[in-house]
């Protein structure tokens, strides 16, 4: 059963367009929504946080939008960088689930300078 | 940058060897993690610790065993490798307070 569901599998994106990466989950005990980027060769990486009692947090060209009665969140980069060309998962954590992360299958972003 | 490091970073072994794969982080974090992931994949997890002498499998299925004997130290095993287990292993930790997780490089295992 996948409880987070990512869409697109892969998107393109010209240089300083707007990339969008949507998220979906069931679990509605989710507390903590997390967006990790991945380059090739390396971990993933924290690139921004939600928790629900807000509906959208920003930090720097990067923002998520969540909407807790739809049980979606989202993530925008606002314009696009040739270095933001990497895989994005979205994630999700809840206390009862013992905080640990359930991940969307992940996004391919790549930016065409 | 994380302070976690695993160890190798690529291996290739032969069928039916016995392999340990080291994770250490000098965080001090209590929360410990193993996942699995094929290239281009999702990130599955296959065990995770919240401490010393603590060890849970994960939502996938493994037939790798942990240990964790020290905070700092999160190594997985492979009893018997098998060409089904040739993935990337990415190790993560998280302090009790926090939720974020932060990964290692991961090792990239192919199982020949």
């Known amino acids: 059963q996948q409880q987070v569901k990512q869409s697109p599998q892969s998107l393109i994106v010209q240089k300083g367009g707007i990339s969008i990466i949507n998220c979906a989950y069931e679990?509605?005990?989710?507390?903590?929504f997390p967006w990790y980027q991945q380059f090739p060769g390396k971990g993933p990486a924290l690139l921004i946080a939600?928790?629900?009692?807000?509906s959208e947090k920003k930090e720097g060209r990067f923002t998520i939008s969540f909407n807790k009665s739809a049980k979606q969140f989202s993530l925008h980069i606002m314009d696009s960088q040739p270095g933001d060309s990497a895989t994005y998962f979205c994630a999700a954590s809840s206390p009862q689930g013992a905080q640990k992360l359930v991940f969307g299958q992940g996004t391919r972003l790549t930016i065409n300078p | 940058e994380a302070d976690i490091y695993q160890t190798p970073r690529y291996l290739v072994i032969g069928t039916g060897k016995k392999i340990t794969l080291e994770c250490s982080q000098t965080m001090g974090h209590d929360k410990m993690y193993w996942y699995q992931q094929d290239p281009g994949m999702e990130l599955h997890l296959i065990h995770y610790?919240?401490?010393?002498?603590?060890?849970e499998k994960g939502d996938l299925s493994s037939e790798s065993t942990v240990s964790r004997i020290r905070t700092e130290h999160f190594p997985l095993t492979l009893e018997s490798a098998r060409p089904s287990h040739t993935s990337q292993y990415l190790c993560?930790?998280?302090?009790?307070?926090?939720?974020?997780?932060?990964f290692g490089q991961g090792t990239r295992l192919t199982v020949v």
């Open positions: 610790s919240y401490g010393v002498n603590s060890t």
């Open positions: 993560a930790s998280s302090s009790q307070e926090g939720s974020e997780a932060f």
């Open positions: 939600i928790r629900p009692d807000v």
């Open positions: 679990n509605t005990a989710f507390d903590y």
